[in-house]
């Protein structure tokens, strides 16, 4: 257990549904950040959170919306879904953004 | 634009035996570089973290090299087992520090008996 929770581990949904994803950060842990891979594709850094704040964004659709609730746990929104939303998303946190990433295991979502 | 190179892109070798994973990249100003392990399906684990300052480290059966003056990072996989059939994942990061990590691809290794 890395310490980093991730709920749920699996969800399969239908195209134009909306769904929360959630993450629980390592104890302490202040920065959370959101990833995707798709089936045999790197790690596609998509958003983090510092203590509350977007801290940065990268290629996150603006179907795809998240935040940081304050207490420290985040989540990830996906509405309007596409068949190529189809990945594996996952979150990582760490204590000040700098070292220390710990990622969690992971959700898989499947859009049919 | 930052980048992170990884070859091969895939790789199998014989239960044993050595194998070196190679990383290259143009990320800069240069933080620190880091090695996963990333079983199918499941989240990254760390293998080893090392500054500009460091040039080797190691971690059991694993061990990291860095040259930041080629900007080229090793990954030596020593008496390979069957568990360390994974993908392994270069990730840098820039200076900073608080800007994301940039990813590799990844090289998929399979051990086979």
């Known amino acids: 257990d890395s310490g980093v929770t991730q709920t749920p581990k699996h969800l399969i949904t239908a195209t134009g549904q909306r769904v929360t994803l959630r993450c629980s950060p390592r104890?302490?842990?202040?920065?959370v950040y959101w990833y995707q891979q798709s089936l045999d594709q790197g790690l596609q850094f998509l958003i983090q959170y510092y203590n509350g704040e977007e801290r940065a964004k990268g290629n996150i659709l603006e179907r795809f919306s998240a935040q940081q609730f304050p207490d420290l746990h985040s989540e990830l929104n996906l509405s309007s879904l596409e068949l190529g939303d189809s990945a594996l998303y996952f979150c990582a946190s760490s204590p000040d953004g700098k070292y220390g990433y710990t990622f969690g295991s992971g959700t898989r979502l499947t859009v049919v | 634009k930052n980048q992170v190179e990884q070859s091969p892109q895939s790789l199998i070798i014989l239960e044993g035996k050595n194998c070196t994973l190679q990383?290259?990249?143009?990320?800069?100003?240069?933080?620190?570089l880091r090695w996963y392990k990333q079983d199918t399906g499941r989240g990254p684990v760390s293998l080893t973290i090392?500054?500009?300052?460091?040039n080797t480290k190691s971690n059991g059966r694993y061990t990291a090299t860095l040259d930041a003056d080629t900007k080229q990072s090793s990954l030596h996989i020593t008496a390979s087992q069957l568990s360390d059939s994974a993908s392994y994942i270069c990730v840098v990061s820039e200076n900073s520090g608080n800007t994301p990590l940039v990813f590799g691809k990844g090289t998929r290794l399979s051990v086979i008996a």
């Open positions: 990383c290259n990249y143009t990320v800069s100003p240069f933080s620190n």
């Open positions: 104890s302490g842990d202040l920065s």
């Open positions: 090392m500054t500009f300052s460091e």
